[in-house]
């Protein structure tokens, strides 16, 4: 699993003990899990006993590290030996190891759900709408003579509905345009 400089970073904070102790760790990945599945933003997700004495930059480095590995793992439905090597080489131990994997396991299929619902297609297209015009001069020049044409996609985001006829429509009328703006240029 490939993370960013800043989301290691974050995580070796977590895994040092001088930061946080072991009610501390777990209590963050807890606090992960729980902003992740949570239907609203809880500004106190943080505000717990166990995070007074840490310093409150660090702590949110942390937090957006741990989520952002949790959100890769569950994007690459990684098992426990990916998870184990990749926390053991930011130097985790076993035992926050274990504690961080029985996490994932408890919500990794309802994390799968809702990364499904976001979706991974581009937007569906209904309709394309083009406009040719042939410009014969502009403010800066006196004779242009070329055509001109604009195409506006109008889209929708669905999430089940398949975007092979809508490119072939697309393709269909790119080509009408393409055939007007022949023609206009033949004149």
Known sequence: MELSESVQRGLQSLADLSVFDQSGFQVLVDASFRSLLSSHADPGVLDQPEFKRIDQILLKQSHTAATTFILEAVKQNADKSTISSCLEELTFSAERIEIFYSAYQ???????????????????????????????????????????????????????????????????????AAKSVEKASQM
């Open 106 to 176: 408890k919500h990794k299929k309802e994390l799968g759900r809702l990364l499904a619902s976001i979706g991974r297609r581009a937007p569906q297209i209904n309709d394309v709408s083009w406009r040719l015009q042939y410009h014969t001069k502009n403010g800066q020049v006196d004779k242009v003579n070329e055509p001109f044409y604009s195409i506006s996609l109008n889209a929708e985001v669905t999430l089940k509905s398949s975007l092979v006829p809508c490119f072939q429509d697309l393709v269909g009328k790119l080509k009408d």
